[in-house]
């Protein structure tokens, strides 16, 4: 069973671009957060595993597929999130991150922004710290 973590908002936004998409950060003040460089945060989220894309797609031209090929062709431990799929690339897809077999190290996220903000949410629900 997972302990959800404690309530508050950890996440913000900070930008939606012309394509919807946004992008967050860890609130900075969170105490015990420091900033990282980008090869840390590359590092710290490809360290551990396993990965969930949530987003993932059947259709081999979207960039929910590819992502999930390239975990896939790198040998990583990954679990496809769709709720509208059953299996994505031959892999049983899960509805939403609460149903996965076990808790992600990380998530790739290639949502609408509508979808990513609730999705960071629930990833900070699961204590789920490494998101791109």
Known sequence: MRTPAPTGR???VRETNRHGTIAVGVDPHTPGVRPMTSQQQIDAFLSGGPHAVVGASRDR???GNK???AY???H???YPVNPNSKEVEG???FPDLAS???LPHGISMITPAEVTEQVVEQAGDLSIKNLW
Do not use: D, G, T
């Open 72 to 74: 896939l062709q790198n």
């Open 67 to 69: 992502v999930l090929r």
């Open 61 to 63: 031209s979207k960039y």
């Open 100 to 102: 996965l077999p076990q």
């Open 76 to 78: 990583r431990e990954v």
């Open 10 to 12: 950890r996440f913000q």
């Open 91 to 93: 892999i049983e897809a």
